[in-house]
């Protein structure tokens, strides 16, 4: 029933200030994660290898939702993991240190929106671009870089709190659906 729900691809079920996300990996594995808003001291407190202590959990947040998306949590064949969410702020930068910089979520930690790995590869690229067109003068190299990565990262972080507001904020989730099948 859980794996009908799912479907082929993904699955969003999501409300304000929580959600059930899940979709199939390869073999036909089905990835399910939970999000809750809640301070790291609320999530610490539970024994997440306890399936009681998951199962109240489970109770507590989703009572009153499907029996199939509520299976997805407390029938899962792994114990689950905690995935705080850190971030930085949006226009985070930082002065030019001689011999050093950053990249990836070092350099840009924003809350998840599918672009955290794609941004980290894509930065590499662009560090690697910049030595090549400079060599000998890294420090010229790493100034390039930098000047791209700021508003790069920026305006992706801010694309990331957006699409979080429309999955977890007040309005959810009307405010996706509106962005995936508006209406006409
Ligand atoms: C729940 C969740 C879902 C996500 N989903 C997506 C998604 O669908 N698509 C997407 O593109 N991105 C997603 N992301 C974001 C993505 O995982 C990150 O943006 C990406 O992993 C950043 O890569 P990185 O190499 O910069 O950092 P990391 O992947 O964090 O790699 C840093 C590495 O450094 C190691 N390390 C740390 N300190 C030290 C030390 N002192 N010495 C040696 N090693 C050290 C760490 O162990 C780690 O292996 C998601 C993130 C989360 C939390």
């Known amino acids: 029933m859980a794996a009908k729900a799912v479907g082929g691809g993904a699955m969003y079920a999501l409300a304000p200030g929580k959600g059930i996300q899940a979709h199939r990996e390869a073999g036909g594995t089905l990835h399910t994660y939970v999000a809750l ?23 507590r947040e989703f009572g009153d939702w499907a029996g199939e998306l509520t299976a997805l949590l407390t029938d899962g064949e792994t114990t689950p993991v905690l995935r705080p969410l850190h971030t930085l702020p949006a226009d985070h930068r930082w002065d030019r240190v001689p011999g050093v910089t950053l990249l990836g979520d070092a ?78």
Do not use: C
């Open 37 to 59: 808003q809640k301070p790291l001291a609320w999530f610490e407190a539970i024994d997440l290898a306890d399936p009681g202590a998951v199962a109240g959990v489970v109770a």
């Open 107 to 184: 350099a840009h930690l924003m809350i998840p929106s599918g672009e955290g790995a794609n941004l980290a590869m894509f930065d590499a690229a662009e560090l690697g671009s910049a030595l090549a067109a400079h060599p000998g003068d890294t420090e010229t190299a790493l100034a390039a870089y930098e000047r791209d990565l700021f508003p790069r990262s920026a305006e992706e972080a801010h694309e990331a709190d957006h699409l979080h507001e429309l999955m977890f904020g007040p309005d959810s989730p009307h405010g996706l659906l509106n962005l995936i099948a508006p209406r006409r």
